[in-house]
């Protein structure tokens, strides 16, 4: 059965760094679009960074650009989330998914949660001094 587990979460002061990963069974991650996203107690969940299959090119929300960098390993068939510059409002449930009627992020990905199928469980990222 296809699977998303994410891992790489945990406690880390400002500043600090963090690489989530999100290990896949039964689907190949360079197949579609394939992205992170982050959800915070009683709020919606957040479109965080999207990679297409057919290019890798990228796209990521105006609060992480520039900070966090989203990127596969297709021997591993792994996704990956490199976090830097961690501040605390980037505390949240990391979530990784995908886009299986894509194989490119469109510009309004952020906007079309509900075409991504599968889910991971999420893994916690706590930035806290």
């Known amino acids: 059965q296809v699977q998303f587990v994410e891992s790489g979460g945990g406690l880390v002061q400002p500043g600090g760094s963090l690489r989530l990963s999100c290990a896949v069974s039964?689907?190949?991650?360079?197949?579609?679009?394939t992205a992170w996203f982050r959800q915070v107690p009683g709020k919606e969940r957040e479109a965080v960074s999207c990679?297409?299959?057919?290019?890798?090119?990228?796209r990521y929300a105006g609060s992480v650009k520039g900070r966090f960098t989203i990127s596969r390993d297709r021997a591993k068939n792994t996704l990956y989330l490199h976090m830097n510059s961690l501040k605390p409002e980037d505390t949240a449930v990391y979530y990784c998914?995908?886009?299986?009627?894509?194989?490119?992020?469109?510009?309004?990905?952020?906007?079309?949660?509900?075409?991504?199928?599968?889910w991971g469980q999420g893994t916690q990222v706590t930035v806290s001094p």
């Open positions: 990679i297409s299959s057919s290019d890798g090119s990228t």
């Open positions: 039964d689907f190949a991650v360079d197949y579609y679009a």
């Open positions: 998914a995908a886009n299986i009627e894509r194989v490119r992020c469109p510009e309004d990905w952020a906007a079309r949660r509900h075409e991504f199928r599968y």
